[in-house]
C-alpha cells in the first residue's frame, strides 16, 4: 500500500475511534450486551494504586487526583473556559460524587458444589444517565476476567432494579436470547445524581450464580463504572439536542473503576 494510502487510512480510524468513543461511553455501552472486563475502560481514572498493583508509575498515573482533578485544576482541555473558583467547585463537586459512589456486595461465604444461589450488588451515586457494574475475579484493571472464567456460572440474566426502585429490563433484552443472557455485566438505566444538592442515585443488581462442583476457594468480586462530571452543573455543556457533553470530552479521565475487595467464596 502507498504511505497516502496508510496514511489516510490511519486518519480515518482515528476518526471513528474518537467518534466512537465520544458516542459510546459517556451514556454507558448501549449497544455491547456482554461480558466486560475492565481493561476497555482505559480512561477512566481508578480510586486507588492497588487497581493497578505492579504497574510501577503507571499505577499513579491512573489515580483520581493525577488523571482527572490535577487536569480540571491546570484548567486544561475544556476546563480552561471555566474560573479558576469555578475549577475548584467543579473539583468539591467530583470529589463528593466520588465520596458517594459505591459498590457493595452481598453473598454466602460458604456454598455447597453446584448449588445455585444469589449475589447482590448495591451501587449508589455515579453521575448517571447510567452506571455499569460486573462480576470479575480481581480487582485489578488490566488483569481481572469476567466471574465465570473463575469457575461460577452465571445462572439466567441479572435482575437490575433501578433507582426507582422498579425492574429494568431494556438494556438486557437487546441481547438474543437464543444466545444466552447469563452475562457478568449490565448497565443501569434512569441514573441521575447531584453533587450540588447532595443527591445520589441508587442501584441493585441481583446475579444468580452456580458453584463450581469442585469443592475450593473462588474469587469473586464486583467492579462499578461510572461517571462523575454530569453530576455537577459546572461539568457538562448541553448539545443542541439537549444531551450533556462533559467538560472534559469523551476521551477524559471522569469515568471511574471501582472495585469491591476482593472476595472468596469456599464451596465445599
Ligand atoms: C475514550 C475514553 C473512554 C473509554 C475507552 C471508555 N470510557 Fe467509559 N466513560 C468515558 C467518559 C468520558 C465517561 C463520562 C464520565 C462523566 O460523566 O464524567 C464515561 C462513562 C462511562 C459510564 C457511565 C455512563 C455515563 O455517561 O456517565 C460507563 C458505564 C462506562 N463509561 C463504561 C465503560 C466501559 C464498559 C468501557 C469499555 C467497553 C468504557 N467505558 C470505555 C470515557 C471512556
Redesign the pocket.
Given at each position: 500500500m502507498k504511505s497516502r494510502e496508510l496514511a489516510l487510512l490511519g486518519s480515518g480510524l482515528l476518526w471513528i475511534t474518537a467518534a466512537s468513543?465520544?458516542q459510546a461511553?459517556?451514556?454507558?455501552?448501549p449497544s455491547?450486551q456482554t461480558d466486560?472486563a475492565p481493561f476497555?475502560?482505559?480512561?477512566?481514572s481508578s480510586v486507588d494504586e492497588a487497581a493497578l498493583a505492579g504497574a510501577r508509575e503507571r499505577a499513579a498515573k491512573e489515580v483520581v487526583e493525577k488523571k482527572h482533578l490535577a487536569t480540571i485544576l491546570a484548567g486544561l482541555r475544556g476546563y480552561g473556559e471555566l474560573s479558576e473558583a469555578d475549577r475548584a467547585t467543579l473539583v468539591e463537586h467530583i470529589r463528593a460524587i466520588d465520596a458517594n459512589s459505591k459498590i457493595e456486595m452481598e453473598f454466602p461465604p460458604q456454598v455447597a458444589p453446584g448449588e445455585t444461589f444469589q449475589v447482590k450488588v448495591n451501587v449508589t451515586g455515579?453521575?448517571?444517565?447510567?452506571?455499569?457494574v460486573g462480576l470479575v475475579d480481581r480487582a485489578h484493571r488490566w488483569y481481572a476476567r469476567p466471574a465465570s472464567s473463575a469457575g461460577w456460572i452465571m445462572g439466567g440474566a441479572p435482575t437490575v432494579i433501578g433507582s426507582d426502585g422498579q425492574p429494568q429490563s431494556a438494556w438486557i433484552s437487546k441481547r438474543p436470547e437464543a444466545v444466552g443472557r447469563n452475562i457478568t455485566?449490565v448497565?443501569v438505566t434512569g441514573i441521575e445524581s447531584d453533587a450540588a444538592a447532595g443527591s445520589w442515585a441508587k442501584a441493585k443488581i441481583i446475579y444468580t450464580l452456580k458453584a463450581p462442583d469442585k469443592p475450593g476457594d473462588y474469587p469473586l468480586v464486583g467492579v462499578y463504572?461510572?461517571?462523575?462530571?454530569?453530576?455537577s452543573p459546572l461539568?457538562?455543556t448541553t448539545s443542541p439536542l439537549g444531551q450533556k457533553q462533559?467538560r472534559?470530552?469523551?476521551?477524559?479521565?471522569?469515568?471511574r473503576v471501582k472495585f469491591t475487595e476482593e472476595f472468596v467464596i469456599t464451596v465445599k
Open positions: 468513543a465520544a461511553y459517556p451514556g454507558g455501552t455491547y466486560v476497555c475502560a482505559a480512561c477512566h455515579g453521575a448517571g444517565p447510567v452506571v455499569g455485566f448497565n463504572f461510572y461517571g462523575t462530571e454530569k453530576a461539568g457538562y462533559v472534559g470530552g469523551g476521551s477524559s479521565a471522569s469515568g
